[in-house]
């Protein structure tokens, strides 16, 4: 069978359509034996940056003003489009309900400010795990004709019953790490929403939150993400860089956090653990390329 024409549009669509697609999809929250994620692909021919949101993106999440995009940006650029490929009649699953395991986000080089990029969005395929399904949703935003900037995000369709895996005894820093105290306010969802447009529900309130099984509201893990590179970024030199995480426990809302980093190789290594430093809620690195 042909691989079907990739879902293009000229200009971001409007998300609220797909938002609610993804509440009132009856589907699956597992493939059923047999089946799989079939190929499919989205494009955004032309996104520029508005200069005031990625102000507000910026204050939010912590980066300091230059002429480059921060790091984890681009995502937010093609949360759109992510949502229009996974709303998708030909995607099997139900998206809410899909948790984000990992990121590894690559910037080949640095993407200006206000400069044009296209999108590029795919999956294809999953593989089964002990905890369900995963598959990965690849992200390309292209400048010049090149890939400029690249990221897969690894979500977990989860076996009902299954729990996270337990974080191995003793320390996840190594002594000598450095240490920052985060207070997070009740509001952080819905103001990362506003900027990101991801209105999962998860995030928003303790009401909302409760429906799919949180005591309270959750930090985006997104957001949990752009806040470390927004503290590492002076820190990372220019040039290719690689961001990677993998997200452990959800950050209950409203709540403190412990930051941690440390020299890992040529870049550094980084934990967000709980208020009393021990338990794990994203662990990763971000260094060169």
């Keep these: 069978m042909p691989t079907?024409?990739?879902?293009?549009?000229?200009?971001?669509?409007?998300?609220?359509?797909?938002?609610?697609?993804?509440?009132?999809?009856?589907?699956p929250s597992l493939l059923a034996a047999g089946e799989t994620i079939p190929a499919?692909?989205?494009?955004?021919?032309?996104?520029v940056p508005d200069a005031a949101h990625l102000d507000a993106y910026r204050e939010l999440c912590g980066f300091e003003p230059d002429q480059r995009l921060p790091i984890t940006y681009p995502h937010v650029l093609a949360g759109s489009l992510h949502l229009a490929l996974l709303t998708g009649e030909r995607f099997p699953l139900k998206v809410l309900g899909l948790v984000h395991l990992r990121s590894r986000?690559?910037?080949r080089r640095a993407i200006g400010q206000l400069e044009a990029i296209e999108l590029?969005?795919?999956v294809e395929g999953h593989r089964e795990t002990d905890?369900?399904?995963?598959?990965?949703?690849?992200?390309?935003?292209?400048?010049?004709g090149q890939v400029a900037?690249?990221?897969?995000?690894?979500?977990?369709?989860?076996?009902?019953?299954?729990?996270?895996?337990r974080p191995p005894p003793g320390?996840?820093?190594?002594?000598g790490a450095s240490a920052a105290e985060w207070t997070l306010g009740a509001d952080l969802g819905r103001r990362y929403a506003r900027v990101s447009g991801d209105y999962n529900p998860i995030h928003l309130s303790g009401v909302t939150a409760r429906l799919f099984g949180f005591r309270r509201a959750i930090a985006h893990g997104m957001w949990t993400l752009?806040?470390?590179?927004?503290?590492?970024?002076p820190r990372v030199a220019g040039g290719g860089t690689v961001l990677e995480v993998a997200f452990k426990l959800p950050v209950l809302l409203h709540g403190r956090v412990t930051f941690r980093e440390w020299p890992a190789g040529r870049g550094v290594g980084f934990a967000l653990l709980d208020a009393a430093g021990e338990r794990p809620h994203a662990v990763g690195t971000y260094g060169p390329a």
């Excluded at 320390?171 to 002594?175: L, Q, W, Y």
């Excluded at 752009?226 to 970024?233: D, F, I, M, T, Y």
């Design 4 to 27: 079907p024409a990739p879902l293009s549009f000229e200009r971001s669509p409007a998300v609220w359509p797909y938002l609610a697609r993804a509440v009132l999809a009856r589907r």
């Design 40 to 47: 499919l692909e989205a494009r955004l021919a032309r996104a």
């Design 105 to 107: 986000i690559e910037a």
């Design 120 to 122: 590029r969005c795919r």
């Design 131 to 144: 905890r369900g399904q995963e598959l990965d949703l690849v992200t390309e935003a292209r400048a010049g």
């Design 149 to 165: 900037w690249s990221e897969i995000s690894t979500l977990l369709a989860r076996r009902p019953g299954s729990r996270p895996p």
């Design 171 to 175: 320390p996840v820093a190594p002594p």
């Design 226 to 233: 752009a806040r470390v590179a927004g503290e590492l970024q």
